[in-house]
């Protein structure tokens, strides 16, 4: 996701509001085919504290490991509690008002930057893709390209926790079917975030079906160590292999 210019960052102006006490309209997201109505995940909910974290959430953060990228960080809630245990953290997201609300937070390495093509010579023992950030890349490919490049930038042996939520909605099969006439995966879905008068530009992301993680993952460089699912969500634990294996292939 591309770096916003402040007078599309719908998000940031969400979290600095909230931040900083002011009462806000309601976070709206839309849907490219139309569908539109309040952001599953309000504000607030991006200060959640350590203890409220769903079990396997609080879980998984446990596993982090030495250096920590949290990418996507949103307000900062995990880099926030990583930091606090005594990690290394580097919290980086494309919206600025998040990065200046983590900066508030006391969060000390914080990097505004283009999500999907983050580069540089720090090699991390930890990965953070969370809320939904594990299919950033937008589709298929990209997503295995971004798992990629991740793996370049993270010490052999090291991890990458991230989370997704199953796209497959029995309510919902008109959309999943207008991605695959398109070309797309089933699970892409293009979106736009509206805060009072601001609007996000649209963004790619992908949804993940459970039963593809392991084809998703295969031949780039991970390798899926744990995979657990609560209702529609879904979090992997990767570890980072030290020698590649054959690309897979995409499902249909």
Sequence with gaps: ???????????????????????????????????????????????????????????????????????????????????????????????????EVCRARGIRDVRLADLTTLHGDQRWETVLLMCGNLGLGGDWEPTRRLLEQLGAMTVPGGLLIGDSVDPDDPDDLEYP????????????????????????PWWDLLNIPPAEMEALVDGTGWRLEEHVEEGDDHLVVLRRQTQRSRRGQEPC
């Design 1 to 99: 996701m591309a770096v916003l210019s402040s007078s599309r960052d719908a998000f940031g102006r969400a979290l600095l509001d909230h931040h900083e006490g002011r009462r806000g309209p309601e976070l709206i997201l839309e849907r490219d085919d139309g569908s539109i109505g309040p952001a599953d995940l309000q504000p607030e909910e991006f200060f959640l504290p350590q203890e409220d974290w769903p079990p396997w959430e609080q879980r998984a953060l446990g596993l982090a490991s030495g250096a920590v990228l949290d990418l996507g960080a949103g307000a900062g809630r995990h880099s926030l509690h990583l930091q606090n245990l005594g990690h290394e953290v580097t919290a980086v997201d494309s919206s600025p008002g998040a990065v």
């Design 177 to 200: 079917e207008r991605n695959r006439r398109a070309g797309f995966h089933r699970g892409r879905v293009r979106l736009r975030l509206h805060y009072g008068d601001l609007v996000s």
